[in-house]
């Protein structure tokens, strides 16, 4: 029976659950280092000689090969435009072989560094008790060695590469499986990527995006990100707080404007 003043079941909306950022998880190639033009390229480049084949990738043709992913599918798509034929698929496995070894040994004899403001970001993102991931289409036999370079051993808490994962990105397997390593939601999660190709993989896997772009990506579209940032450093640094900020931010928006956030 209602009392006096108990006008029935109130009306007012729930109040929103704020998620709360617990990871980051970054992309490797493009966002923690430059590693396309002067890495991944002289590498292909080196291993087509070695298979005698008369090819040789300039920076501008590898900028338009980079909108597919993997680097056997890339050489593959390459040689079948050529004109190899049915022999394309097998030419480019042992092509990739040979890269994948190059690129190692440079990754191992220290020839790259991470982009500008990014370790001042992970320790500041290990600071604030916020846990780091990745996320790439490469290959393990670099990609580890490379990533622990980069930003030291035992930073990262969970690595997918892409023989992990039954589809590359701009499937959003990837991201998938690191949430499910980490034991997380997606609203629980903050990506940084540096392609539209790495966002559309994100915003299938339903997480917030922040893209930092390179001299590859920079007039891609971003529509949908979080934040697009030319730069990790500058005279606003990307840090644990605005990584919050901006994950806070894109998820209230979500929940408001946008209906219930994927999970």
Same mark, same amino acid.
């Given at each position: 029976?209602?009392?006096?003043?108990?006008?029935?079941?109130?009306?007012?909306?729930?109040?929103?659950?704020?998620?709360?950022?617990? @990871?980051?998880?970054?992309?490797?190639?493009?966002?923690?280092?430059?590693?396309?033009?002067?890495?991944?390229?002289?590498?292909?480049?080196?291993?087509?000689?070695?298979?005698?084949?008369?090819? @040789?990738?300039?920076?501008?043709?590898?900028?338009?090969?980079?909108?597919?992913?993997?680097?056997?599918?890339?050489?593959?798509?390459?040689?079948?435009?050529?004109?190899?034929?049915?022999?394309?698929? +097998?030419?480019?496995?042992?092509?990739?072989?040979?890269?994948?070894?190059?690129?190692?040994?440079?990754?191992?004899?220290?020839?790259?560094?991470?982009?500008?403001?990014?370790?001042?970001?992970?320790?500041?993102?290990?600071?604030?008790?916020?846990?780091?991931?990745?996320?790439?289409?490469?290959?393990?036999?670099?990609?580890?060695?490379?990533?622990?370079?980069?930003?030291?051993?035992?930073?990262?808490?969970?690595?997918?590469?892409?023989?992990?994962?039954?589809?590359?990105?701009?499937?959003?397997?990837?991201?998938?499986?690191?949430?499910?390593?980490?034991?997380?939601?997606? +609203?629980?999660?903050?990506?940084?990527?540096?392609?539209?190709?790495?966002?559309?993989?994100?915003?299938?896997?339903?997480?917030?995006?922040?893209?930092?772009?390179?001299?590859?990506?920079?007039?891609?579209?971003?529509?949908?990100?979080? @934040?697009?940032?030319?730069?990790?450093?500058?005279?606003?640094?990307?840090? @644990?707080?605005?990584?919050?900020?901006?994950?806070?931010?894109?998820?209230?928006?979500?929940?408001?404007?946008?209906?219930?956030?994927?999970?």
């Amino acid at each position: 029976m209602s009392g006096i003043g108990d006008h029935g079941p109130s009306l007012a909306r729930p109040a929103l659950r704020q998620p709360r950022l617990q @990871a980051v998880i970054f992309d490797v190639d493009g966002t923690l280092a430059d590693t396309e033009r002067d890495g991944h390229r002289p590498a292909f480049n080196e291993a087509f000689l070695r298979h005698g084949l008369d090819v @040789a990738w300039d920076a501008e043709e590898y900028g338009r090969l980079l909108q597919i992913t993997g680097g056997r599918r890339r050489v593959a798509t390459y040689l079948g435009e050529r004109g190899y034929g049915p022999e394309a698929e +097998d030419l480019a496995v042992r092509v990739h072989q040979t890269k994948t070894a190059l690129f190692r040994e440079r990754v191992v004899t220290g020839g790259f560094t991470t982009r500008p403001g990014v370790p001042e970001l992970v320790a500041d993102l290990r600071r604030a008790g916020i846990r780091i991931a990745v996320a790439t289409t490469g290959r393990r036999a670099w990609a580890e060695p490379l990533v622990t370079q980069l930003l030291g051993p035992d930073v990262v808490e969970v690595l997918v590469t892409g023989e992990m994962v039954p589809r590359l990105k701009p499937d959003p397997a990837a991201y998938r499986l690191v949430l499910q390593e980490l034991g997380l939601r997606a +609203d629980e999660a903050l990506a940084v990527e540096d392609s539209a190709i790495g966002l559309r993989s994100v915003t299938a896997a339903g997480l917030a995006t922040i893209v930092v772009t390179n001299d590859y990506t920079a007039g891609q579209d971003f529509a949908g990100a979080a @934040a697009v940032r030319a730069g990790f450093d500058g005279p606003e640094p990307l840090s @644990a707080q605005r990584c919050r900020a901006v994950h806070d931010s894109w998820w209230t928006r979500r929940e408001e404007g946008m209906g219930p956030a994927p999970t």
